[in-house]
């Protein structure tokens, strides 16, 4: 029997495989349905955080090979933009690339790597039994948006609204110095198209929105990309991809028993920017531990562990998320950081890492709403 097994290989479920492993667990099985290096659909973006989580796993070099990316440039729904130095710069690192390094680290650790779709799951007194195959003693789910171990927990998937539709593709990068740029949309809000660099003369470019009960066609994920992108040509571009964002709005409980859930299986996509691979190797972290420590409480343990860790977090990012139903928040946000350099770092570490709204940030953006509201003077 495996101490732990890890379905889906992603960065969640390699940050849930080391963990296990630095947290004593002798036998610590990987399964994933693709084999390694495979394409994911994603934004490709390595905020520092999920560098600093990383480095805690005692893994460096993930994004060896590509050049940090200092700056954000933000452009807000109502065409206001604010553009500064990032607090502690980003990478764009292909999916291809980085899901690849940190399965090989996870095999280095001493983790097992094995090609296997999951389709069900038996839990069962001392053990969870996989398809009548593997055993484990405890089992971190890490399987994506349509994460089997969340069925089996008894969890569907997130509704419209807390759902968001995305397409990805690369594209030539845009001249000038290197930049993360969002362009958010005032129609079809919230929704926004973004270009990273990678470094290598092409960008990651893709454009996403959340669904409302209504099917969105590739044709107008494109034509909503051309808009806001008009540099890009969306006819031009290669790899395009579309994938589903569950958004942290609509979190399932974490875990019961011998079974946990991390990265996108439990909805942690953050709703103000998009940003998951903080949070999947975050959670993935704190899910392997809890598992390899003590199997049969791992879901009470995890729970109490990813409360502590990011509670606070994602409930001020759930506020965020609230508050910018509201076009105009989004825009006085904007106005807020471009006037001011600590309300940029507080938007940034809300929608990039664990950061947290203050009182000085909704201060100024209520300062920007009440200038926006006020009628103007004859």
Known sequence: MWDVVVVGAGPAGAAAALAARRAGAPRVLLLDRYDFPRDKACGDGIAAHAVDVLGELGVTGVVDG???VPALRLVGP??????RELPRPAYTVPREVFDARLVAAAVAAGAELRRHTVRHLDVRADRVVLDGQVSGRAVVGADG??????RALGHPVNPDRHLA???RGYAPARPGPPEQLIVTSAARWPAYAWSFPIGDGRANVGYGEVLRGEPLTRAHLLDRLAALLPETDPAAATGLRAHHLPLSTWRPAPGRGRLVLAGDALSLINPFTGEGIFYALLSGALAGAAAAGSPERAGARYTADLRRRLGRHLRHSSTAAWLARRRPVVDAAVRAARR??????????????????????LAMIG???S???RPPRH
């Open 340 to 361: 001011d350099p600590r309300v940029y770092a507080t938007v940034v570490e809300l929608g990039l890492g664990d950061g947290r709204l203050d009182a000085r940030t």
């Open 165 to 167: 539709l995305a397409i």
């Open 66 to 68: 590509y050049a940090p």
């Open 367 to 369: 300062v920007g709403l």
């Open 145 to 150: 948006a349509g994460s089997v171990v969340r």
């Open 78 to 83: 109502g065409g206001g933009v604010v553009a």
């Open 371 to 373: 200038a926006w509201d």
